[in-house]
């Protein structure tokens, strides 16, 4: 392995999250905030990494992050494997996120929508569901964005050179940065 080459696309990822992404992540998480300051609530979804990406930052809304509060209202869509199964039973796998999207997303929601590619069909249908519920989309994507980029009221979007592992290591990150913020902007 080399060594150097890692570290330097890793710290390429840290840097675009730290300077170019920055007033996004925060403009994010002014609007997660104030979503939940007015009882609304933040779903999450993404398949594989991302989908453990989406189980991560809902665990840390409704438990803590970093500071002793009382629990946010969020939800990962990743995680009822009866609802899963039975959509993509009934239905087919592109409908696993936009169906529970519809049956819990409310007007003043945030839906964060995870896809490395930006091209996952499940993910861009839930943006779609969302859209049309009145969620407030947010894109997690990386490389150029792909369709989800398109769709999303918001976009975060770690490009770093299209390499999977860096964008993912952005996009946890983007994660804990979002956290700290919304818990900082709910403190005030």
Not at 139 to 154: F, P
């Amino acid at each position: 392995m080399d060594w150097d080459a890692f570290a330097e696309g890793h710290l390429d990822a840290a840097h675009e999250v730290l300077t170019s992404l920055r007033p996004a992540i925060e403009a994010v998480a002014t609007g997660m905030a104030e979503c939940l300051r007015q009882g609304g609530k933040v779903l999450a979804c993404g398949n594989g990494g991302s989908a453990g990406d989406a189980q991560h930052f809902a665990a840390e809304l409704v438990n803590r992050f970093q500071r002793e509060r009382k629990p946010y209202a969020a939800l990962a869509l990743t995680t009822d494997s009866s609802v899963l199964t039975s959509i993509a039973n009934d239905y087919d796998f592109a409908q696993v996120f936009s169906k529970q999207v519809e049956a819990l997303g409310r007007k003043g929601d945030v839906l964060l929508a995870i896809s490395t590619s930006g091209n996952a069909a499940n993910v861009c249908r839930a943006a779609k569901a969302a859209k049309a519920a009145g969620v407030w989309t947010v894109a997690l994507c990386g490389g150029k964005g792909g369709k989800l980029a398109e769709m999303a009221d918001q976009t975060l979007c770690v490009a770093s050179s299209g390499v999977t592992a860096r964008i993912q290591e952005g996009h946890g990150m983007i994660i804990h940065a979002l956290c700290q913020l919304v818990e900082e902007k709910l403190a005030e």
